[in-house]
Every structure is written in C-alpha cells, then in structure tokens.
C-alpha cells in the first residue's frame, strides 16, 4: 500500500522559509506527475506546485518565483523549498501522486498534510 508522508511544516514569521518533505512508503504505481497542493480553512483545496515524472514542473502563479519544487516526480520523495512566506500562505499542504488516466479522470493518492502557519 502506497502512503506519501510529508514533514517539515510549521510557524514561521512573514519573509521566512521553509522546506516541506514528501517520503514514499510502499510500491509505487507508475505516476505521471508528484506535487503540492494546500487548502486553507474556508478556501478549496488549491495546486501549488508539480513536477511530472520527466521533470517539467508547474506552479501556481502565487508562489511563482518563491517556491521551488524538486525531487522525482515519477516515484518521489519531492520536496518543496518556500522563501518569502506570506500570510496568505498559511494552510494545510498535501502532496499528491497522480496518474492520469485520459477520458477516465485521474487517479491520486493523498498524504495527510502539513501545516503552514505564516504569522508574526
């Protein structure tokens, strides 16, 4: 059974940083693409940042030029590296696994999230 653990979260002050983790236990399928995504309370649970199994990588144009997303991106761990943290920042960041299955949707697997807290 495949599980993505993340790590590395936590309270930071406004032009902070911090470096999230994303650990792979268990076989992992063949994946397309690895990434970060994060929810803040109220708000829909919202991409961040990914990196496909060739090494292309995407981000959300809000964290553009602040975040940096690195690691494998077809079996993990992935890593996301944040400076500049921003209050509007905090939230709970997952990270997927995702395979992408055409016309059928996708399917992902979910770890259970890391919280971001940006506040002096």
């Known amino acids: 059974q495949v599980q993505l653990v993340e790590s590395g979260g936590g309270l930071v002050q406004p032009g902070g940083s911090l470096r999230l983790s994303c650990a792979v236990s268990?076989?992992?399928?063949?994946?397309?693409?690895m990434g970060w995504y994060r929810q803040a309370p109220g708000k829909q649970r919202e991409m961040v940042a990914t990196?496909?199994?060739?090494?292309?990588?995407n981000y959300a144009d809000s964290v553009k030029d602040r975040f940096a997303i690195s690691g494998d991106g077809a079996e993990g761990p992935v890593y996301l590296q944040m400076y500049n943290l921003k209050p509007e920042d905090t939230a709970v960041y997952y990270c997927?696994?995702?395979?992408?299955?055409?016309?059928?949707?996708?399917?992902?697997?979910w770890g259970q999230g890391t919280q971001v807290t940006v506040s002096s």
């Open positions: 990196i496909t199994r060739r090494g292309d990588t």
């Open positions: 997927n696994a995702r395979k992408w299955l055409g016309s059928l949707g996708d399917y992902d697997f």
């Open positions: 268990g076989k992992m399928p063949y994946i397309d693409v």
